[in-house]
Each structure stands twice: as structure tokens, then as C-alpha cells.
């Protein structure tokens, strides 16, 4: 158990670089805590030259990532490449194939391939572990593993992406509408010049279908995750909203429905007065709900160099010291099947937004429209008079409702000749 | 590995009967995650016959818990008795020299003798966890010593005291006095009939040893924490703190200075825009700071039947799963020297509140003694005048000011003619 535990390094990004700088830096303490040195030995990347602030001279090079899953002086592989399909996948095969122990930071590959991967691993007897893929300031995969691991779990839930969470946050201290904040946000670095992937949730929804895996013992189905961004949220429900006691937040959510298992990702109202309510700017934060231990959150950085790298540490130390766990908390062959809920019958309280021109009989239409969809309003807000020819809000809380009824009516509401914008909703969660 | 693992139970009470609770109403999800059956084959408590909710007739009885501990029948042992000292030592000890883990929720155990019984599981290599004696519903022993393994800690810090918490919490909302909360937690069963084991921090240090020894990888010292309570928090504190933009919690505090270890229990202000300042009620809170993962915060039920148990279930699962660990992260015989670092030369601004009688020169007195002790002052507030004969409260602010030079000044000031009681202080805790 005193022999160096041999890594191979695949990817040298922020990741993969950081992750190189905390093994210099934290050698010794990782050797006492895992019982063994360790040391990369090999790395590989697209670009040898680039000055990546860490000398990797010394460690054998491969211009092929596969060939460093395969080389025999490699006893882990360390994937940190990203990306579903092409050569992060390639790399982790092989390295099974070899009986290799993988650790990998990718969300986008396990969302995906997840329970093939691990199938593979267990075949192999390999382990595959992913502490970096959620929230890596935050040692979720763990915790759901292993550490809550007596737990039945109703709902898990979270806010997985930093960048939604910086925008939203910003939105709500400055008053600003999406689109001011998210420029600021590209110009900081905190947003990517494509964002799409961030603010329209599939991040977040990638991280979530690993979520539910480890809760629910099932296998990762990424297809059956529900997914809206945040691009349509508006100032003006961001006011709304604190008006109404409530905050607006990404969330990802997994719950075990009388229906199957529901995923979705989307913009929440939650109480303002919730701890998760507080989890600001680009932190993350998930709350698991077991039938033994209630309620419990974890909050930390979600991505960065330093807590990726950390996560990263984790599983590599927690492979020093010979600890084994099944990917995704019980061996794939017994994985509980996945029914997944549909999104139609989600249920809960709506908030839902219209912008109307403020004529005779408006709120008499769309009171028609909701009574025939059996839908019953705990609260309405209809405020100020506007210049003729010009809109103004009209808000509503609704009663528990089913999304398939909420969907009808907002379609039958956008047909309305005096409403003068598409109907925006946004669910309410009860936390 | 799929031959069952068989428990003995010491001790029945409020946690060791929810422990029995989750492993009938869990067996299934339990065995499925650790990879075999969890059976418990022997109990031990101090009365047989009392209903604890659940049935223990299948289970062989002891009526002494040492003699289970030394049952051959039993492969694991659970001490859920309590205590520092008396039966729960000799039955850890017994068991670890039968070479029997032992997963304890034992958190004064753990405090007083936690160095020795690590090394003597070392000595006869059998696991010793406890992840249920410190705030049971965080995982906050395994992400220490496993999830956060590549950090090394400037500070570790929480809220460990369910107790103090929610009595805090009662005077932040109610505005009540002290005394008048605890009367009635009391009655609610939140409070001890004798409640200075949690009111007076010994509870709360008690896991403060244990988290100092598992993020600074050094022997458990208790004797060099240093403790203070909530009795002298009073109404007038707390609208104070809010008044200043802070909230009052007790915390307990790890940290690495230029002096050693600091270890100390004790009412802080901090800011209330900061996340630990929200976590309310009974509810505990640690938040590891660490090199690479930056902050990171674990909030969850710190006690009760149910989080207990779970902490307990989790640790149970580690041991069928054959995941092992040292029980403070590192060998006992690779601890790093333990150096304490004295309370006197802790250094932070203050907060100070006197009650004086509203006569001339007061505050050039006052302001005299904290001149002499080289403390300056960033902000006063004095305000209102009393009835002569009457006493108004002045409240300062300090700048960084260290420990001794304070307790000096507010001796000195405690003995002026014009202060009519015992100067009280609250030291501010920067997060």
C-alpha cells in the first residue's frame, strides 16, 4: 500500500491544470491522508506549449489521450477533457477496457453514457468516480453515495449552475432585465460568449440526471429531464416576486412522484425566507430530502479551477486508500427501474404574468378561460392604470394546479384580444 | 461479501431505537448500496422491558454491554449509550480489542479519549467511525476526512448546538429575554430540565475537538478549547446586533493561526447577509474553508432520533461495503503535533456593551482605560438619557484588538464609578 498511485492526466484546461497545481501543492498532505504517495505520470493535452502556470515536463507525453488510458505506466485515468461523445468517451472505454480505475469531471458524458459507463466499470471491476461532474465545491456525489446512504430520498434539488445563479442574483440586487445583466456577465468571464448551454439549463439538467441516479438507484436518463433557462424572466417578475415574499431561482429538481420520478429544470419561485433563497451569485447549493435524516444542504463554489480540482482530489485519494463504491451508489445490474413522470402532471401553485390592455372585461376573459380549465387563483395583483393603447401587468397566484391544465389555459389566455404579450409562468416551488 | 453483517446494539434509547427503526424500514436500500444484508443479531440496554416502538425480542439480549461487545456473534459494534467515561469507553474498548469496528454517536467519548481509542483501532486495524457525533444530519466526519481530502483548512466553524441555536433564534424573533426562551424550550423539550451541557458550549466543544482533529489532522485536545456560553447574550445584545447590521450565534470556531490551533466556543457576531447567519431553529451549520475548495457550508438537523440514525446507517454501510478509513483521516500514528494556540492572543474587533450611569466625563473614562490598552475604537453608540440614578447601555465597536489587551480594558472598566455592571462582550467573527 506504500507504492505511488500512477495517474494519467487527460485534458489540461482550467481543470486539468488546476488539478496538477493542487497535486504539487497538497502532495504531502494527500500521501498521509491516503496512505500513499501519489503521482502523475503521464499527461496529455491538445497543445503541449501552451504555458499552463505548472511544469509538466517532467511527466511522459502523449499527443493521444486514448493512448494515455492505455499506456501500462498509467494506473488511473483522469479524464478532464469534457464533451459527451468523441474522444472523452474513447478515453474512459479504454481505460476500463484496461482495467483501468477512472476519475472524470465530465457531466456531459455521464448524463449521457452514465450507466453504460458503469456498467462497464462493474463488469471490469473498475471503479468510476465523479465528484468533479456536481457542483465541485460541493461533495454531493459522496454525500448521496455513501453519506446519507440509509436514506430513502423524497426530493433532491439544487442550484447546479453558477452562471444562472450570478445572473439571477444580479438581476435581483440591481433591478437590470436579463439581457443588460448577461452582457456585464460575458464581459466579467462569468458568462461564455455562446451562453446557451448555461442560462438555458442543460447544464444544469446534465447534473441533475446524475443526481437522480445516485438518489433513486436508477439509471441515469438525461432524455427525460424537463428543461427551461432563465432567458425569460423579466425584471418585472423578478419585482413580483420579491413583492410576493419569493425569490426566483434556477433550480433542478428530482422527486419521486405517485408517476415515476420527476426531473425538471427550471425557474422557480421559492420563499424568500429559505436557506437556498441565500445561496447567491455563482455558488451553488443542493438540499436532499431522506425519510431519515429530513432536510440537509450543501453549498460551495460549482466551478472554478480550485473546488473543481478538489473534487477531483477527493476521488483520487478516496482510490489511493483502496475505498470502492458503485458509480451511482448500488452496482448497475441492481439499478430500480426508471419510470419517468411526465411533465404534464407536474402539480403545484403558478405564477403566471400577462400584460394586458387595460379595458372592460379583461380579467373577466381570463377568468373564463381558467375557470374552464378548473384552475382557482389564490391571489391576483392588478395595479395602476395605464395611457390608453399601452399594457399592464396582471399578476396571479394560482392554487395547486396540474401543468397540463395551466399549459391549456395559457394558450387559450395568449388568443385573448386584450392580451398583448405571451403569457409567462413561472411554477412555484414549496421547499 | 454476501454473508450478512451482523450488529450488536449498545444502548436503546431515544437514537439507538431509531437506529433499529431505520434498519427494519431501510434493510432493502440499505443492502442494495452496501452490497449485502445488514442484520442486527444482539441489543443491550439498561432496561428490556421498556416500549421503545419497535421489537427487540428476535435479538439476542445482553444485559451487560461489554459482554455484547465481546459476543462472538457480533461482527460490528454500535455504541449509542453515551458518555465520556464509564460503560460506553469499556464497551469501544472491548470491542476494538476483540477486532470489532465500532461506530459510535459518542461525541464526549470521542472529545475526552478520541486520540487513544483512534490509536488503539489502528493498533488492532479495525475501523472506528462516527459520523453521528457531530451534527448527525450533516456528513460533515466523512467530508472532512474524505470528500475535502486534497484541502488543507484555514478554518473550520459551525453551529453545533441545536439548543443554543434555538434559543438565539426565539430572542432574534421574539426580542425576549433569555431566560423567558429557555422556560419555554424547556417545556417544548427543546432544552435540558439541566441544560448548561448545551447552554454553557461544553456540547458544542465537545464536536469541536472532533472537527479539529479530522481537518487538522492532529490528536483530539478538548482541554484546549476554550468555552463560553450563551447566558449573558441579553435582549438588548441582540436588537444591538441588528441594529449593526449582525445576528448573534454561537459558534464554534477551528482555525490555523501564526499561534498554533485555536479552538474556541463562543457567542459571535456576524455579518446577517452572511448564509451561515440564516440557518435558524434547531438546525446546525459547518462551513470547512479550505485552499482549494474555498468555502463550503453543510447545513441539517443536528440531532433527534432520525439524523442520528442516518449518520449512524451511513457509517454502517462503509463497513459492509468494506470502505475503510482512519477515524480522524490520517493514521494516529501520523498525527501532526497538536499546538494550541492561546485564547489571549486571539485577535478580532469587538464588540462591547456597558451600562453606565449618564453623568459627564463617562466616556472620557472609558476612553481613557482603552487608550492605555492601545484598543481603538471604530464606532459608538450612546444614546438616549436616563432618569437620574438611571443607567443607559453605551455600545462600542473596536478595531482588531487582541484578546488580553480586552479583558484587561474591561476590567479597568468594570471598576469605574460611573459603569453599574459587569462590561459585557461579543467578540465579531469576520466569514
Redesign the interface.
Known amino acids: 500500500m506504500t507504492a505511488p498511485l500512477a495517474l494519467g492526466v487527460a485534458g489540461l484546461g482550467t481543470v486539468g491544470a ?1 488539478f496538477l497545481r ?1 497535486l504539487a ?2 502532495s504531502e ?2 500521501a ?4 500513499r504517495p501519489i503521482q502523475v505520470v503521464a499527461v496529455s493535452a491538445r497543445d503541449r506549449m501552451r504555458d499552463r502556470g505548472t511544469d509538466i515536463s517532467a511527466f511522459r507525453w502523449h499527443d493521444d489521450p486514448v493512448a494515455l488510458a492505455a499506456d501500462p505506466a498509467v494506473a488511473v485515468v483522469v479524464e478532464l477533457i469534457g464533451g459527451a461523445d468523441g474522444v472523452a468517451k474513447t478515453v474512459c472505454e479504454t481505460a476500463i477496457a484496461n482495467g483501468k480505475p477512472v476519475v472524470t469531471a465530465n457531466k456531459a458524458l455521464l448524463a449521457i453514457h452514465g450507466a453504460d459507463l458503469a456498467k462497464r466499470a462493474e463488469a471490469a471491476k473498475v471503479p468510476l468516480y465523479f ?1 468533479a461532474a456536481v457542483a ?4 454531493i456525489v ?2 448521496l ?8 430520498f423524497r426530493r433532491v434539488f439544487g442550484i447546479l449552475n453558477g452562471t444562472s445563479n450570478y445572473i439571477l442574483t444580479q438581476m435581483q440586487e440591481s433591478g437590470r432585465d436579463f439581457q443588460s445583466v448577461l452582457d456585464e456577465a460575458q464581459g466579467l468571464g462569468y458568462a461564455e460568449a455562446d451562453p446557451s448551454f448555461d442560462i438555458d439549463g442543460v447544464d444544469a439538467a446534465h447534473k441533475l440526471a446524475i443526481l437522480t441516479s445516485l438518489a433513486f ?1 436508477c439509471p441515469v436518463d438525461f432524455s427525460a429531464v424537463h428543461v427551461e433557462g432563465i432567458r425569460h424572466v423579466s425584471a418585472l417578475d423578478i419585482a413580483f416576486a420579491r413583492e410576493l415574499g419569493y425569490r426566483i431561482k434556477l433550480l433542478a429538481i428530482t422527486q419521486a412522484t405517485a408517476n415515476g420520478i420527476a426531473q425538471r429544470v427550471h425557474p422557480c419561485m421559492i420563499d424568500a425566507e429559505s ?1 437556498i433563497a ?2 447567491d451569485g455563482v455558488f451553488n447549493a443542493v438540499v436532499a430530502e ?12 460549482g466551478a ?1 479551477a ?2 473543481t ?6 476521488d ?3 482510490l489511493a ?6 458509480p451511482f ?3 448497475a445490474s ?1 439499478f430500480g427501474r426508471f419510470e419517468a413522470a411526465p411533465m404534464d402532471r407536474h402539480r403545484g401553485p403558478y405564477y403566471v404574468r400577462l400584460m394586458v390592455y387595460d379595458r372592460p372585461g379583461v380579467i373577466a376573459d381570463i377568468a373564463a378561460v381558467l375557470r374552464d380549465e378548473r384552475i382557482s387563483i389564490e391571489s391576483l395583483i392588478q395595479r395602476g392604470r395605464a395611457a390608453p393603447g399601452q399594457a399592464v401587468p396582471v399578476v396571479m397566484i394560482t392554487h395547486e394546479t396540474e401543468e397540463a391544465a395551466m399549459v391549456k389555459a395559457l394558450e387559450k389566455i395568449g388568443h385573448l384580444a386584450t392580451v398583448c404579450e405571451r403569457p409567462r409562468m413561472i411554477r412555484i416551488e414549496g421547499l
Open positions: 488546476g493542487l501543492e497538497q498532505v494527500m498521509r491522508r491516503a496512505g465528484e465541485g465545491g460541493v461533495p459522496k454525500a453515495r455513501e453519506g446519507l446512504a440509509g436514506n430513502s438507484n436557506p441565500h445561496v431522506g425519510n431519515f435524516v429530513d432536510r440537509t444542504m450543501f453549498v460551495g463554489r472554478g480550485g473546488p480540482a478538489s473534487a477531483v482530489a477527493a483520487i485519494v478516496d486508500a483502496a475505498r470502492q463504491a458503485p451508489g448500488v452496482p441492481k
